[in-house]
């Protein structure tokens, strides 16, 4: 279809984990005008890491296990008509967001971070029941998570410090492809929508599942509501509370997010753009 629109493509497969990023910047440097990842939320978060800071443009090609960024753009997950809507999208210059652990790399991602319950689901992912269930694989690591207690955490926002058991550091509404969580932030927007889930036992999490299903979060006890570019997670009851970054483990807390304003250039539908 691109080419048939004019365009000049070159395509170049993936070898294995962490290549996408690598082919970004090489492809970057090479004088390409627009990279595209064909994949899901963790292809996507690689090719992205790899043009943080260029003025190429990147877009969204939706396939994989899940893809959160073309639910949220209002895109289609059939690759053929995500590709039609594509070659009419326009490029927005957008912030991301990074995660800082002290002795490692920082790492960007574009969609959301998740300290607590939903990182440890990440953890915890039967990985060969992922490459056979794709998304049914997360359900079941959550259902496994039933009579679990959850360990807190601090998290620092706007100069004040909260207990968590989760919080959700996001730049999107949508969450996991099938709920909306963050009811207030877009992707053009420059700093991050962060929800504190304060309660940590098992049934608590029931109770706040069926408030994200009833639509009724944003008035439920035992949840926050903050927007600020900067948060920091702490001071954890458990020393495996850990992090993930647009559905990818990044390892344990402490640590710093923040937003990158001026950090990639999207190609975004314009009903995107014109909505709220």
Same mark, same amino acid.
């Given at each position: 279809?691109?080419?048939?629109?004019?365009?000049?493509?070159?395509?170049?497969?993936?070898?294995?984990?962490?290549?996408?990023?690598?082919?970004?910047?090489? $492809?970057?440097?090479?004088?390409?005008?627009?990279?595209? $990842?064909?994949?899901?939320?963790?292809?996507?978060?690689?090719?992205?890491?790899? &043009? #943080?800071?260029?003025?190429?443009?990147?877009?969204?090609?939706?396939? +994989?296990?899940?893809?959160?960024?073309?639910?949220?753009? =209002?895109?289609?997950?059939?690759?053929? #008509?995500?590709?039609?809507?594509? &070659?009419?999208?326009?490029?927005?210059?957008?912030?991301?967001?990074?995660?800082?652990?002290?002795?490692? *790399?920082?790492?960007?991602?574009?969609?959301? *971070?998740?300290? @607590?319950?939903? *990182?440890?689901?990440?953890?915890?992912?039967?990985?060969?029941?992922?490459?056979?269930?794709?998304?049914?694989?997360?359900?079941? @690591? =959550?259902?496994?998570?039933?009579?679990? *207690?959850?360990?807190?955490?601090?998290?620092?926002?706007?100069?004040?410090?909260?207990?968590?058991?989760?919080?959700?550091?996001?730049?999107?509404?949508?969450? @996991?492809?099938?709920?909306?969580?963050?009811?207030?932030?877009?992707?053009?927007?420059?700093?991050?929508?962060?929800?504190?889930?304060?309660?940590?036992?098992?049934?608590?999490?029931?109770?706040?599942?069926?408030?994200?299903?009833?639509?009724?979060?944003?008035?439920?006890?035992? #949840?926050?509501?903050?927007?600020?570019?900067?948060?920091?997670?702490?001071?954890?009851?458990?020393?495996?509370?850990?992090?993930?970054?647009?559905?990818?483990?990044? +390892?344990?807390?402490?640590?710093?997010?923040?937003?990158?304003?001026?950090?990639?250039?999207?190609?975004?539908?314009?009903?995107?753009? +014109? @909505?709220?």
């Amino acid at each position: 279809m691109f080419r048939k629109a004019g365009h000049v493509v070159e395509l170049i497969p993936t070898t294995g984990p962490n290549m996408a990023g690598e082919l970004a910047a090489r $492809a970057a440097a090479q004088g390409f005008d627009l990279v595209m $990842a064909a994949g899901g939320d963790g292809t996507i978060n690689e090719a992205i890491n790899g &043009l #943080v800071g260029s003025r190429v443009v990147f877009g969204a090609l939706p396939a +994989g296990t899940a893809n959160v960024l073309a639910n949220e753009l =209002g895109m289609s997950n059939r690759p053929d #008509v995500a590709a039609g809507q594509l &070659l009419q999208a326009v490029p927005q210059r957008i912030s991301l967001g990074a995660y800082d652990r002290e002795g490692h *790399a920082r790492r960007h991602f574009i969609l959301m *971070a998740g300290v @607590g319950l939903d *990182a440890r689901i990440v953890y915890e992912l039967d990985l060969s029941l992922k490459a056979r269930l794709g998304k049914l694989a997360y359900w079941q @690591g =959550g259902f496994r998570q039933l009579g679990r *207690a959850v360990p807190r955490f601090t998290i620092q926002v706007n100069g004040a410090s909260h207990v968590a058991s989760f919080a959700l550091i996001t730049r999107v509404r949508n969450y @996991g492809g099938d709920f909306e969580i963050a009811k207030r932030v877009r992707l053009t927007d420059e700093d991050f929508e962060i929800v504190v889930f304060q309660n940590h036992e098992w049934h608590d999490y029931l109770r706040f599942f069926f408030s994200v299903v009833t639509n009724r979060l944003y008035s439920t006890p035992g #949840v926050s509501i903050y927007r600020a570019r900067e948060a920091r997670v702490g001071s954890p009851e458990d020393n495996r509370i850990y992090a993930q970054t647009d559905g990818e483990a990044v +390892g344990a807390i402490p640590a710093t997010i923040s937003t990158v304003p001026d950090a990639l250039t999207l190609l975004v539908p314009k009903g995107y753009l +014109g @909505g709220r």
